[in-house]
């Protein structure tokens, strides 16, 4: 087969995601970026030498296999439904679509293509949540009952250049985005090692605004803490992207036999315990150990991001394209758009005092036309629209005027 030519839309995150496919002998044909200087700034930093496109038809005009999505969190939609349009794959980061109607028109527009699409999350490539899948899939702990994943990313509001590079105007994204949206990173590792799919879930938030003199966050909330009832009638409890304490990220599974997590602060071990009457041969009853890679491609991996993780999921992509399948769960279009609803959900049960959601299964008719006009948003778009639901618990909650006078003087500095 000759070389996958990619295309990658979005400079920062989508170059770095480019680094991994130049590794696996791709050829990376262009990028698509509204910012000259973002542009010009990620192509320096990355090495890349590669023809710049502000609009993404002409950009899809040039002979590409696939398009990595990485563009604004909540707009890839439909990026990739254009794609779909004329038989290009997808490899789009994050959630899948930023409201419901979008989920249904991306699979409508994806059951009459020919394209594979996967979504790119890769924490549950990490070496701990690896492990966890395979003793999962070997049966030892028994019916799985319970699983917790939290992923917590505090920020550093005075950190002036993470602003100009990530938060460099007042309406992007990051400073309207609900605590339980930015879900795949604590869900999709615990689906990937059971199997499970959520069907209901409710959220509650919990409210600690933000005290550094430099702010334009307008959500004070700092975890989403919320629960999901799945298909295979297991409860699972994620942070979405929580914001207390150290940075970390914790995964556990409980079974009816034992349990296996990677302990917070313990550097990539797990621990696996059973129950005294249920420990199986060649194990003892408290197992603390560092996982193994087991995968020849081990010395490319310690080199990625993310813990090894996005080498690893472009090279289950690229395994895709190069085999015409679609990727399992939870990567397929359909696992990633019920992520995306368990995202939208959780945040309007938070509005509604933790009130229970069903999470629709769009194959269904009777779904689809229950959303299919759901435009609800907590934020702007690149089209100048505006937000029309609350992104915050406290509905009324914003910024001090000093703190967002600060934050446009840091941005200029």
Not at 204 to 227: L, S, W, Y
Not at 272 to 288: F, H, I, T
Request: charged share 25%; aromatic share 12%; with cysteine.
């Amino acid at each position: 087969m000759d070389k996958i030519r990619i295309g990658i839309m979005g400079a920062g995150r989508g170059l770095h995601i480019a680094n991994n496919f130049r590794l696996l002998g791709c050829d990376i044909v262009a990028l698509c970026e509204k910012s000259p200087e973002r542009a010009e700034y990620g192509l320096k930093e990355n090495g890349f030498d590669i023809p710049v496109y502000e609009n993404f038809d002409e950009f899809l005009e040039l002979d590409m296999d696939a398009v990595v999505l990485a563009n604004y969190f909540h707009e890839h939609a439909p990026y990739a439904i254009k794609c779909f349009e004329k038989g290009i794959h997808v490899f789009s980061e994050c959630i899948s679509n930023g409201t419901m109607a979008q989920g249904v028109e991306l699979l409508k527009a994806f059951e009459k293509s020919n394209s594979i699409y996967m979504l790119a999350e890769n924490y549950p490539q990490m070496k701990f949540n690896r492990e966890i899948k395979r003793i999962c899939d070997g049966g030892t702990l028994g019916k799985i009952l319970y699983a917790e994943g939290e992923y917590n990313h505090p920020a550093n509001l005075y950190d002036t250049e993470f602003l100009k590079h990530y938060v460099y105007f007042e309406e992007h994204w990051r400073n309207y985005l609900p605590r339980s949206y930015y879900i795949t990173h604590s869900l999709a590792p615990i689906m990937w090692a059971t199997g499970a799919t959520p069907k209901k879930v409710s959220a509650m938030a919990t409210f600690a605004p933000f005290e550094e003199k430099v702010n334009a966050r307008m959500v004070g909330d700092r975890a989403a803490i919320v629960t999901t009832f799945n298909d295979d009638g297991s409860v699972f409890k994620v942070s979405g992207c929580a914001a207390f304490g150290a940075h970390h990220n914790a995964y556990r599974v409980c079974g009816l036999n034992g349990q296996i997590e990677n302990p917070r602060g313990m550097d990539g071990k797990v621990m696996l315990r059973y129950s005294d009457w249920a420990v199986p041969e060649g194990r003892e009853e408290v197992n603390l150990y560092e996982p193994l890679w087991n995968d020849e491609d081990e010395e490319l991996i310690e080199k990625s991001g993310h813990g090894g993780g996005d080498y690893i999921v472009a090279r289950m992509f690229l395994d895709c394209i190069k085999e015409g399948k679609q990727p399992e769960h939870p990567y397929d279009v359909y696992s990633a758009v019920a992520m995306s609803s368990v995202a939208i959900l959780a945040h309007r049960s938070i509005l509604n005092g933790g009130a229970a959601y069903d999470i629709p299964d769009f194959r269904l008719e009777e779904c689809r036309k229950q959303y299919e006009n759901d435009k609800l948003t907590p934020f702007y778009g690149s089209d100048g629209s505006e937000p029309n639901i609350p992104c915050c618990s406290v509905v009324d909650y914003k910024p001090t005027e000093e703190q967002l006078k600060n934050y446009h003087k840091a941005l200029e500095n």
